[in-house]
Structure formats: structure tokens, C-alpha cells
């Protein structure tokens, strides 16, 4: 379940992200959160009454499906979706809670846990540059009230392109921050876009942020794919040639690089659309040979085959390389291709990456 503690980003620079671009950001009062949280707690109540009048014995889920065919209003529907999901997690919104006062932040935790006793964890977006303003006791004092995980947007642990980014953060914040975070006992995901360093900074973009993440230990490394639209200050960057969009196939070298030079204890996982191999997850350092030979066996792939896969991923219709092996989908993934190239069989990076544009908001 969504509960916004703070309203849009108190950042908003990052070159390469659309989110809250143009918008406000603003804080919240403990009070205006605990309101929304008591609604949210009616709602489930309602839900639950409503299973034990129909039969269901207090179970949910199927109530919760019922109510997603024509909720009443947005917290109908995300307590529902939250409900028919399991009703274990949730997070607090939006892109930096941690910037809230701690006493504060640690209330509005602690009066979810009471309100939502049979939840599982409290998960919420941070900046390394907030984790840093934090003192270790204060991080300690979240966790002792019930924060379970921080997720923060490493991005980048290459200086010179976190500036060019404009992402307002170090690679010696982002260890000095991160750090805290793990030393804290809550749970630490961090994010890495690959791609971020364009044609230029690829190499070192993937050496970097592999010393930057070896030296923070995360819990969770998810990484994500560099997708442009013109909501973003990337975008015109893009256009004017300044920044060169790397090509799939670079990514991968990257991210090959990024991997081996990985040393950390982390869940890598590749959880996003926008990832060419998706498949290219594990636990470190013991699932680092697997993963490594997901991305030899797209190299490994004569060229139509890579191509045939890239615009089958694009397209949404392949998921993992062994998608390759059915027929029917490789036809179809054919004629696409046959469309886009109008009849050369060859499609052009600008198509993919338009491609890819669907995948964002
Ligand atoms: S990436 Fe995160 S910190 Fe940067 S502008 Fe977007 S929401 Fe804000």
C-alpha cells in the first residue's frame, strides 16, 4: 500500500528522471499522514466486513477483486490492489521520506504497525545525500521503529557523470550514506541505471559504481536500463548530440564489466522491462559465474538472432533468452522486424530506443 509521508522530490535535477518534473515538493504534517493512514484502515475494515457477510470468513482477497472492477475512489482502489496483493508491504512516498524529521518519520512508522499489525515490512525511498545528514542513532532510531528497507538511486558511483547527471551526490556520500543505512540493521536496495554513462563513460561507469557498491555491502542491487522521453533534461541532451545513447550490446559489455568487478555479498536483481536480459540475476559471489554466462550466450548469438532477441524484448513479447527457441513467437518477431526496417532487415538504434520510451512514464 501507497502512503505519501512527503508530496514529489525535494531534489528534482536528476537529468536522466521524469518523475516529478515541474511539480512541488512538498512536506506533510504527522497529522495529514495519520489521517490518510486511518482511511486506508476503514477501507481495509469495510473489505473484511464485506468477505464475512459474502461467505469468505474475513479472507479477502476475492472482495478486494470485486472492489478493483469499480472502485469508488484512488484509496478504494489502493488499499484493494494492496488487499488482492497479499496485504504484507508498505511503502511510503514519495521520492524521499527520509527527509522528513526523524521523531516525525519514526511516529508515522510506528502508528502503522499499530494500525496495520499483520503487515510484513515498511519499505521507502531515500537520497545517500539525506542518509548522510542523518546521525547513525537517528537511522538506528527508524529501524528500532520499524523501518524495514530503504530504497536509494545510487545510479552511478563515477563522480564526473553523477555531476553531469546533475544527481547532487558523491560517490563518497553515496558510501558514507549507504553505509549508514546497513549499519543501521535496515535493509538496503540500491539502484544502478545501466546505460548512464552513454558511449562515453560506460567503462567507467560500471568500474566505478562496482567499487562504490562493494564498498557499501547493499542487501539488494537492482539495476535498470537508461529509457529516454522528452520529460526528461536527458532528452534534449540527447537530441543536441551531447550525450550518445549506448546501443544494447554496449550495455551489456557494461554491465559484463560491472559484474566482475562486483565483490559484495548483494542480491543483484534485473527486475525491470527495460532490462535486456532479465535473467541476469543471483546472489553474490556465488551466483557470479551463472550470470556472467547469460550475457556470453547473447554475445555468442550470431548477429540476426541478437537482433531478432533485442527487438523481441522491445516489443514485449520475449522475456528470456529461451524465448528465441519458440517458433512462433520468433516468426512473429520476424515480421516486426521486417515492418520497422521496411523490408532491409535492418533496424536502426533510434527505433529501438523509441521502443523503449514505451516502457517509462
Ligand atoms: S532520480 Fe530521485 S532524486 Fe533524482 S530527481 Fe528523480 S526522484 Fe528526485
Known sequence: MLIRATVNCPWNRCKFC??????????????????????????????????WKSGYGGKVKEIASRVLNGPP????????????????????????????RTNQLAEVIRFLW???????????????????????????????????????????????????????????????????????????????????????MWREHATQTARVLNEIDPDFIRVRTLAINNKMPLYNEVENGNFILATDERILEEEKLLIEHLECRSNYVSDHITNLLQEIEGKLPQDKEKMLASIDRFQALPPEERTNFRIGRRVGMYSQLDDLNDLRKHQAVEQI????????????????????????T
Request: charged share 25%; hydrophobic share 35%; aromatic share 6%.
Open 18 to 51: 521524469p518523475t516529478y518534473k515541474g511539480e512541488k515538493f512538498q512536506l506533510r504534517s504527522v497529522e495529514e499522514i495519520k489521517q490518510d493512514i486511518g482511511i486506508a484502515k476503514v477501507i481495509q475494515d469495510k473489505i473484511k466486513e464485506l468477505s
Open 73 to 100: 475512489n484512488e484509496a478504494f482502489r489502493n488499499v484493494a490492489l494492496w488487499l488482492y496483493a497479499g496485504g504484507e508491504s508498505i511503502f511510503l512516498q514519495d521520492a524521499n521520506s527520509l527527509i522528513m
Open 114 to 200: 499499530e494500525t496495520f499489525p499483520d503487515i510484513k515490512r515498511i519499505t521507502s525511498y531515500a537520497r545517500s545525500k539525506t542518509a548522510t545528514k542523518k546521525k547513525p542513532d537517528e537511522l538506528t532510531e527508524l529501524h528500532d521503529a520499524g523501518l524495514s528497507r530503504l530504497h536509494i538511486g545510487l545510479e552511478s558511483g563515477y563522480d564526473p557523470l553523477l555531476q553531469y547527471m546533475d544527481k547532487g551526490v558523491t560517490a563518497a556520500e553515496h558510501i558514507t550514506g549507504g553505509r549508514r543505512v546497513v549499519e543501521s540493521g535496515i535493509s538496503l536496495s540500491e539502484y544502478v541505471i545501466l546505460g548512464l554513462g552513454g558511449e562515453e
Open 337 to 360: 522486424i521486417h515492418k520497422l526496417s521496411h523490408g532491409s532487415n535492418q533496424v536502426d538504434e533510434e527505433t529501438i530506443h523509441a521502443l523503449m520510451e514505451g516502457f517509462i
